[in-house]
């Protein structure tokens, strides 16, 4: 059974920073399309940002110059690093994956909360 877990989330306050990880257990991150995603109360959920097996990076607008995904494929580890947060970045945060390769296997983890306070 896959299985993405998700953490790094917490509490902190506008302008600091945060790292979330995702691991997996049975699949290979560089083979697929690996996102973060966010869902504050009352909102649709929403794409922050994307790595793709060619390491080609996506990012919603409003995250652009603060957040970076990134991958580090000996620890089959997703990463998104967060600064200078601020309080309308408060959501729960997804990892998620689809493939492997052009395969629309579609994977979902717990998901963390982060909470930025102003």
């Known amino acids: 059974q896959v299985q993405l877990v998700e953490s790094g989330g917490g509490l902190v306050q506008a302008g600091e920073s945060l790292r979330l990880s995702c691991a997996a257990s049975?699949?290979?991150?560089?083979?697929?399309?690996v996102a973060w995603y966010r869902q504050a109360p009352g909102k649709q959920r929403e794409l922050v940002a994307s790595?793709?097996?060619?390491?080609?990076?996506n990012y919603v607008d409003s995250v652009k110059a603060r957040f970076t995904i990134s991958r580090d494929n000996a620890k089959n580890t997703v990463y998104l690093q967060m600064n200078s947060l601020k309080p309308e970045d408060t959501a729960v945060y997804y990892c998620?994956?689809?493939?492997?390769?052009?395969?629309?296997?579609?994977?979902w983890g717990q998901g963390t909360q982060v909470t930025v306070s102003s």
């Open positions: 790595i793709s097996r060619s390491d080609t990076l």
């Open positions: 049975t699949i290979t991150f560089r083979l697929y399309t």
């Open positions: 998620n994956a689809v493939g492997p390769y052009t395969m629309t296997n579609n994977y």
